[in-house]
T-cell receptor, first 114, second 114 residues
């Protein structure tokens, strides 16, 4: 158990819908990262927050957004969903915000768009 | 930009065989290097890490040495078990300005047969 929690574990929805994925980091970690894992693209970095502020953006679509709240949990919002958005979405956390810090991953949310 | 190349799988080995999964990287500066493991239906777990040249990371019988001269971080285990069957990801965390995320290889699926 990494100490990072994600809910829900599975999510099935239809095209055009909007969903929210939730992540709670390990106690004491200030940084939260979101990654998408798909069969064709592998593991892709989406976005990072550090202590409530957006720090880095990767290959995140404009239809996707995220935020980190004062209690440091984070939410990833996916809207106008398309079939190609079906993937595993992982949240990771680290103590600091450096790229060399160890990131601990949650169990993931499997999103299926029908 | 940063990149990680690891040997494509799948790799099938008999129990007690020797394992090597090759990983090479491209990065500026002095990155940290990681191996993560993903068991079926689960999230990514940190297996081992190394933060500077010639460091050896080790855990659960797995080892990898940070070789700056060959830009490599190959994963080895002397005697694999059925329980080692999983997907293994090599990753790089850069210390460069503006670089905060992990860059992953495509993953290598290992199957160990009794």
């Amino acid at each position: 158990d990494s100490g990072v929690t994600q809910t829900p574990k599975h999510l099935i929805t239809a095209t055009g819908q909007r969903v929210t994925l939730r992540c709670s980091p390990r106690s004491g970690d200030l940084s939260v990262y979101w990654y998408q894992q798909s069969l064709d693209q592998g593991l892709q970095f989406l976005i990072q927050y550090y202590n409530g502020e957006e720090r880095a953006k990767g290959n995140i679509l404009e239809r996707f957004s995220a935020q980190q709240f004062p209690d440091l949990h984070s939410e990833l919002n996916l809207s106008s969903l398309e079939l190609g958005d079906s993937a595993l979405y992982f949240c990771a956390s680290s103590v600091g915000g450096s790229g060399t810090d160890t990131q601990y991953f949650g169990p993931g949310t499997r999103l299926t768009v029908l | 930009g940063d990149s990680v190349t690891q040997m494509e799988g799948p790799v099938t080995l008999s129990e007690e065989a020797f394992l090597t999964i090759n990983c090479t990287y491209t990065a500026t500066g002095y990155p940290s290097l990681f191996w993560y493991v993903q068991y079926p239906g689960e999230g990514l777990q940190l297996l081992l890490k190394a933060t500077k040249a010639d460091d050896k990371g080790s855990n659960k019988g797995f080892e990898a040495t940070y070789r700056k001269e060959t830009t490599s971080f190959h994963l080895e285990k002397g005697s694999v078990q059925v329980s080692d069957s999983a997907v293994y990801f090599c990753a790089l965390g850069s210390a460069g300005a503006g670089s905060y995320q992990l860059t992953f290889g495509k993953g290598t699926k290992l199957s160990v047969i009794p």
